[in-house]
């Protein structure tokens, strides 16, 4: 009990107050030149790692609880939402500053870059998400149609992970740690503990 009333101390709030910290940092470094050589691709890519980071975050909710009695439950709507708004930064970020609004070209990136093909993707699941994250989209979806729905996130994870795994030449460790914890996350959901298995 003392350890459930811990993990659920701190308010929403200061959860999207922490979360915004790495969007400021590199938005603030950004627009003073202080990110190196580089910049567009420095801010591009850390807002995309932020939002996979967020994503893997929403998804660790259930089995910590299942397998670790750690209640953060509170938080995932929250969570989702600011792994959304990495999202829509970090895309934000590659429409008007790496493509300059550039349409013909955004188009021919999506249809011919892999690795494009399933950032969109992934965005585009994750759109229905962030719209009914609110107590009026359970209502009218109904408890399972709404759970159902949210489980887009699974595939909208799996693809952000192969966006970042396609994007890269070499093969370094990063986005293959990443889709494998998202594989490890997906993974454990179909494990039940042992005590509910006997119960049921
Ligand atoms: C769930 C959605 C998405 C996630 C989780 C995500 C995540 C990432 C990550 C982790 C990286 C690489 C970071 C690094 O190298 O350190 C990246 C790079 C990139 N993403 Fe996304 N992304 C998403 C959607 C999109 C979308 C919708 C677009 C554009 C249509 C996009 C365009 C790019 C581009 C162009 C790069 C590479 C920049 C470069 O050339 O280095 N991403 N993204």
Redesign the pocket.
């Known amino acids: 009990m003392a350890q459930s009333r811990l993990w659920t101390a701190l308010p929403e709030w200061a959860v999207y107050a922490l979360a915004a910290i790495p969007a400021v940092y590199y938005l603030a470094a950004g627009f003073t030149n202080n990110l190196g050589p580089d910049p567009l ?1 420095v801010l ?6 932020w ?2 980071r967020f ?1 893997i975050a929403g998804l660790a909710v259930t089995p910590l609880l299942r397998f670790a009695r750690i209640n953060l439950v509170k938080y995932r709507r929250a969570i989702g939402l600011i ?1 959304f708004a ?2 829509v930064l ?2 934000s970020v ?2 008007a500053l ?1 493509r300059q609004f550039d349409w013909p070209a ?1 188009w021919k ?2 249809v011919k870059r892999p ?2 093909m ?3 993707a ?2 585009l699941m ?1 759109v229905p998400l962030a719209l009914t994250s609110n107590r009026y989209s359970v209502r009218k979806l109904g408890a399972a149609g709404w759970r159902n729905l949210h489980r887009l996130v699974y595939p ?2 799996l ?3 192969l ?2 795994l396609l ?2 030449k070499a093969w370094p460790p ?2 293959i740690i ?1 889709l494998l914890i998202i594989l490890l996350l997906l993974g454990v959901r179909r494990i039940r503990p042992a005590r509910r298995q006997r119960a049921a």
């Open positions: 691709r591009e890519n850390s807002l995309g790692e939002a996979l994503l792994a990495y999202i970090h895309f590659y429409l790496d955004i990136d999506i690795y494009i399933f950032g969109m992934a965005f994750l909208a994870a693809c952000g992970a966006h970042y994007l890269v990063e986005p990443y």
